[in-house]
């Protein structure tokens, strides 16, 4: 008679009862549950509604097996069943209802079912002389066939007409067990992770009371609703239950075509019965998502949540009329109509969402997040949901960032990065102060944010800023704080910062404008010119350092706080500057390796450029070790007869000593001779350098340095060897004669 899957629905099935007992749409119902260890042998559990008072119909419903007055559009409970499972928990349930609401007691149907020794009245009533017909009745027929008038209502019953109930069901428990088992289920029921109240939307309280030892205060669960927008087919509002949490929910209804589409194929060769046609055109889904803290996992609902081993497909909980198992613990997941009503959940979500994209209602960030992680099995529905209203899932903005307030960004331009869990400037705050959008809000609850890093990893979209994106943002910060009053120590927390986000990937930085100058502006990071000023302070010591030298040159601000008392911290942004090879120690060697672009900036300024040339030579004969090598300058420029060009490519001539000066010599004759004879020697003509007391006039550089350091720079004695490509046509027969190849003419 009574299914298995029941067991332990006992207290549900109760609560489904009393809900359906209200109007609909009124939301101001009450329920109270009581459940007394004190009172009778083993305790006795009741629950009572302030609902519609039992009619002759309900009345009938209950005492008959299957059978109830409700169609699945008119309430939770429409199988006529679930009241039989209190059998699990007492041998005679009893019944007290009131005539009307002016009642001032219950003095409407007040009944129990039959006791064992209601069987031998009976039986004496209908078989007088058989001693053997009371058993037979109560082997074979039901008690809950078997109502009995009671014309005593217990006091304790009594006081419920006097708070306002209607109808009482009162549950003298069977026994010890039956006591333990609805404790259990009366904790299960007002379990925090799923709220029973939530889609109960006939019921505006319920007060659940808990009776031992004489003590026992009840718990109200209170349900307040406020819309925040309304259409045909949409709602959006934000429900307030038991401590103040607060949740969003979105109800859509489900489209009636598509509803009889799926009812009818679900009648004909599937498992739904005749009376689901009614929620073709009155069906609707709803889904709920915390407007605070997370949920650890979803839960689905038939107004009252279904069995926690079913995985819902958002971080929230949904209800819909589902097609389940008897005991609504299971959701039939093959059929059309549960195919339906998921579809029409998703759409509902991607409505919610695209309303607040155009600012037609404001959602709390973590409800609009909820709403948007579906399970990744489950996405596609979503996606679908979004492409019926001309959008992309992967476009769509719903994550919160810092700047602009109050924006969003979406998959396909956010990122979600924390910074180093050290860093103090260099952090998701200070990339957005510096005007950087798509950054996501930190400050999502962690269990959202890898929802959402691993929802975007399952459709290849990174939340996480890649390398040359944080080098972009690191240049933004350091445009921001330069612009700003000069904070020693905050500077070099920055570049702390930047040590521990690129620890060993300096190398993205190179040329980004991230190192402040003792100018007050940044320079690129890894310039030839950029330095560290020394501690001896050694570019006083070259006072001749050509202007345009000088203007190639940058130092890092001297006043940045590398030291004091976070010198541990601090020191590590100065060295780690130096290991990427970001900004190089001073030194006049180090300045080498300017020159050669100094020189190319300044290549028509023939004086500067002979400034530089000599400034070269001084430095590299300071430098020489002990065998008179010194360093070669990358990019020197030397001057030829018309005009600077590369040293690697200039050749000495005339007036320079030493031991190839005759060689010198001869070229310079040979190339005044021949230079009309091909383009190709006078080119090589005016790479020709100059004679070197033209270069040295008017200065202290000896000519002899000057000879010696333009021979280690690569200037050659002699003609510079040329290499010209040419082909022809050679028949193979010519082939092992190659003196005997044809002339034809080259």
Excluded at 67 to 73: C, E, F, I, T, V
Excluded at 111 to 135: C, I, M, S, T, Y
Excluded at 650 to 655: R, Y
Aim: charged share 25%.
């Amino acid at each position: 008679m009574l299914s298995p899957e029941y067991k332990g629905r006992v207290l549900v099935e109760l609560l489904q009862n009393a809900h359906d007992a209200h109007l609909a749409r009124h939301g101001d119902g009450l329920v109270e549950i009581v459940l007394d260890e004190d009172e009778g042998e083993h305790g006795v559990l009741y629950v009572a509604n302030g609902g519609r008072p039992l009619g002759y119909k309900n009345f009938e419903a209950l005492c008959s097996i299957g059978l109830s007055s409700k169609r699945p559009d008119e309430g939770i409970g429409h199988k006529g069943v679930g009241f039989k499972s209190v059998l699990q928990l007492t041998s005679a349930p009893e019944m007290y209802s009131v005539r009307g609401s002016a009642s001032k007691a219950f003095d409407g149907f007040c009944f129990r079912f039959a006791r064992d020794d209601d069987f031998d009245w009976l039986a004496d009533q209908v078989a007088p002389g058989r001693p053997e017909a009371a058993d037979q009745l109560r082997s074979n027929l039901s008690s809950l066939k078997v109502p009995v008038p009671v014309d005593d209502v217990p006091a304790t019953v009594a006081s419920f007409r006097r708070r306002g109930l209607v109808t009482v069901v009162r549950l003298p428990l069977r026994s010890a067990e039956a006591r333990l088992e609805a404790v259990r289920q009366l904790r299960e029921l007002i379990d925090n992770g799923a709220p029973f109240e939530l889609f109960l939307d006939r019921l505006g309280k319920v007060a659940v009371t808990h009776r031992v030892g004489g003590r026992g205060r009840p718990s109200l669960y209170t349900r307040k609703v406020d819309t925040l927008f309304a259409s045909r087919d949409l709602k959006i509002q934000q429900i307030t239950l038991r401590r103040r949490t607060r949740l969003i929910m979105v109800t859509a209804a489900v489209d009636s075509e598509r509803a009889h589409e799926a009812i009818a194929a679900g009648l004909g060769s599937g498992p739904l019965k005749v009376g689901w046609q009614a929620l073709g055109d009155s069906a609707v889904v709803s889904v709920a998502v915390p407007a605070g803290k997370p949920l650890e996992r979803g839960r689905l609902y038939t107004f009252l949540p279904m069995g926690a081993q079913r995985t819902c497909p958002v971080s929230g909980f949904v209800n819909a009329p589902f097609h389940t198992d008897v005991s609504r613990r299971t959701m039939a997941e093959s059929t059309q109509w549960n195919d339906l009503l998921l579809d029409t959940a998703a759409e509902a979500c991607a409505q919610a969402t695209v309303l607040v994209d155009e600012g037609r209602v404001a959602l709390p960030a973590g409800s609009l997040i909820d709403l948007m992680c579906w399970e990744h099995d489950q996405v596609r529905r979503l996606e679908l949901a979004f492409k019926a209203q001309n959008r992309e899932f992967d476009d769509v903005p719903f994550m919160p960032v810092l700047h602009p307030a109050g924006a969003r960004t979406s998959y396909r331009y956010g990122y979600l990065w924390c910074g180093p869990d050290q860093a103090r400037v260099f952090t998701p705050e200070a990339v957005a102060a510096a005007g950087v959008r798509h950054v996501i809000d930190p400050q999502l609850h962690p269990l959202r944010a890898e929802r959402l890093t691993a929802l975007g990893e399952a459709r290849g979209l990174s939340l996480l800023p890649p390398a040359t994106v944080l080098a972009g943002w690191a240049e933004s910060v350091a445009s921001a704080y330069a612009q700003r009053e000069f904070d020693a120590g905050k500077w070099a927390d920055y570049y702390h910062d930047l040590s521990l986000c690129f620890p060993r990937t300096g190398e993205v930085l190179k040329d980004r404008k991230i190192v402040l100058t003792a100018e007050g502006k940044p320079a690129p990071a890894g310039g030839p010119g950029l330095f560290f000023r020394g501690s001896d302070d050694s570019s006083a010591a070259l006072p001749g350092l050509p202007a345009g030298l000088a203007n190639s040159i940058s130092f890092v601000h001297a006043e940045i706080a590398w030291m004091g008392r976070k010198t541990s911290r601090r020191s590590r942004g100065r060295t780690w500057l130096e290991e990427q090879g970001l900004v190089r120690d001073y030194s006049p060697q180090a300045l080498l390796d300017v020159l050669g672009e100094a020189m190319r900036k300044n290549r028509d300024d023939d004086e500067a450029l002979r400034e530089h040339l000599l400034f070269a030579c001084a430095l590299w004969a300071s430098s020489l070790d002990r065998n008179g090598k010194g360093p070669v300058i990358r990019g020197l420029l030397v001057p030829g007869r018309k005009g600077w060009v590369p040293a690697t490519e200039a050749m000495f001539g005339d007036g320079w000593t030493g031991a190839d000066s005759g060689i010198d010599r001869t070229l310079t004759r040979f190339l005044d001779h021949t230079e009309g004879v091909s383009p190709a020697l006078g080119a090589a003509a005016d790479r020709v350098v100059r004679p070197p007391q033209e270069i040295c006039a008017d200065t202290r550089t000896d000519t002899q340095t000057l000879r010696r350091f333009l021979d280690q720079q690569g200037v050659h004695h002699g003609l510079l060897v040329t290499y010209t490509a040419m082909s022809q046509v050679v028949k193979g027969r010519f082939l092992n004669h190659p003196d005997a190849f044809p002339d034809y003419g080259h």
